[in-house]
Structures are given as structure tokens and as C-alpha cells.
């Protein structure tokens, strides 16, 4: 497999955390899968679930190379059930784009420390 892009983002989690205080369930809804909304309040910290998801919304997007006519609901952070690796969901453009660009498979990394959560996607097409 040959690399496609990579993208990185960093967030912080206070920011996210006052959109969510001030706009509440609409900002969720506009931005988050139904997935990621119930994987995230069943945390005991949820801004940093959802710090997560849209850290790796905007690495995607940049790994993509910027401009995409895409909507951040179309790309869900999930994670596998046995192992609690994290992987993406595409949907919509995000996943029409992505095949569009010879897309294959997607690598995804995550971390938190204190007030921040970055995320690295890494997408690969075919030789």
C-alpha cells in the first residue's frame, strides 16, 4: 500500500467542553454521530470523548488535503467492541471522497494528556 495523506490535530478538551455547555445537544447533533454522542456520555468524562472524536474529524479532513465538501457527522469515531481499538466509520461524501482518492484502508492514533487530545490519521490506497 502507498500513503495517501496524513493528518494531524490537536484539541483542547476546555474548548470543546464549553461549545458543549453553551450550545448542548444542538452543537452535538450538528457535529457527532449518534454513536460517538452515546459513547461519550457513557464516560465519565465526556468532553474528552468528544475531543477525541473531533480531533479525528479535522485529522482526516487535513489528511484528505483541506477542502472536502463533506460534513463532520460523516466520519464516526468507533471503537472495536473486544478490543477497544478505535477505528473510522465513513459515510456520505467523506466516503466517496476517500475512495474518489484511491483510499484503502485508514490507520488512527490516539492520546490524552491533561486539557488536550490529539489524533493522527493516516490513509492508504493501493499500489
Do not use: C
Amino acid at each position: 500500500m502507498k500513503p495517501l495523506g496524513v493528518g494531524i490535530d490537536l484539541v483542547y478538551v476546555p474548548r470543546i467542553k464549553n461549545l458543549i455547555d453553551r450550545y448542548q445537544i444542538r452543537f452535538l447533533k450538528r457535529v457527532f454521530t449518534e454513536e460517538e454522542i452515546a459513547y461519550a456520555l457513557r464516560k465519565k468524562d465526556p468532553a474528552l470523548a468528544f475531543s477525541s472524536a473531533f480531533a479525528v474529524k479535522e485529522a482526516f479532513y487535513k489528511a484528505l488535503g483541506g477542502f472536502s465538501p463533506f460534513r463532520f457527522k460523516e466520519i464516526s469515531l468507533l471503537r472495536d467492541s473486544a478490543t477497544g481499538k478505535p477505528y473510522l466509520k465513513l459515510s456520505g461524501f467523506a466516503k466517496e471522497i476517500f475512495k474518489k482518492r484511491g483510499g484503502k484502508k485508514i490507520d488512527l492514533s490516539l492520546s490524552h494528556d491533561f486539557n488536550y487530545t490529539i489524533a493522527i490519521v493516516q490513509l492508504w490506497g493501493e499500489d
